[in-house]
């Protein structure tokens, strides 16, 4: 079955510090991952994918097939950066269709 | 702005009524998705067109819920006989599917929030 596990549901750091949200998968194949991110009073936006192997605002994520993980990592968190953050996995043959994690939000203090 | 829109923003209505959401997609997008997302949980699928065809349907989606994408252009969602756990978010998407395959990112839009009484 087809799952995308974020174990984290409130992540606080403090300006500056190093912000992890981990992301796990389960998924028979080649999934494509992603990472969405909704800022308060805005609608859910792409932040960055998988394919694109691309650092979006800092963020980077890194797939680890051998640990089906997808966590998404910036060096130095910034207070514009709290957000609520969704994993998500499209499968090869459902191209497009999205299936989200329950999310993490992200509260950065000065 | 040329996003995706959703009316109404905010529906509130009592358990047996029916209910309807419309999503205007970005112009050219020729894939229409929604999405239902409760309370502390991530969006989840629902069903999605691609043009005016509908290719999926969620096991989610009871015989209660009927979307529609008529031109292909702007679609429809109702919900018939709704009841207190129909209470969600409901988010529509869309994208622009190339024909030589690839991925294609979705534009969502604000979603519509029903409340059922």
């Known amino acids: 079955a087809q799952r995308v596990t974020q174990p984290e549901k409130l992540l606080s750091v403090f300006k500056g510090a190093p912000v992890e949200l981990k992301c796990n998968y389960s998924?028979?194949?080649?999934?494509?991952l992603f990472w969405y991110v909704q800022y308060s009073r805005q609608r859910l936006q792409l932040l960055l994918r998988?394919?694109s192997r691309e650092s979006i605002k800092g963020f980077t994520a890194d797939l680890n097939k051998g640990e089906t993980s997808f966590h998404l990592k910036k060096p130095f968190a910034q207070e514009e950066d709290s957000a609520m953050y969704y994993c998500?996995?499209?499968?090869?043959?459902?191209?497009?269709?999205?299936?989200f994690g329950a999310g993490t939000q992200v509260v950065v203090t000065p | 702005d040329t996003g995706v829109s959703q009316n109404p923003r905010h529906k509130i209505t009592k358990r047996g009524q029916n209910v309807t959401f419309r999503c205007d997609p970005i112009s050219e997008h020729n894939r229409l998705y929604w999405y239902r997302q409760t309370l502390g949980q991530g969006p989840e699928f629902l069903t999605y067109f691609q043009n005016e065809a509908q290719l999926e349907k969620s096991r989610l989606l009871s015989d209660r819920f009927s979307a529609e994408r008529p031109k292909g252009s702007f679609s429809t969602l109702e919900i018939q006989r709704t009841e207190q756990g129909d209470s969600a978010m409901y988010l529509c998407a869309s994208s622009l599917k190339r024909q030589r395959g690839g991925w294609e990112t979705q534009y969502f839009g604000p979603g519509t929030r029903l409340l059922v009484l």
């Open positions: 998500a996995l499209s499968g090869r043959l459902s191209w497009g269709k999205l299936q």
């Open positions: 998924y028979s194949g080649s999934p494509e």
């Open positions: 998988h394919i």
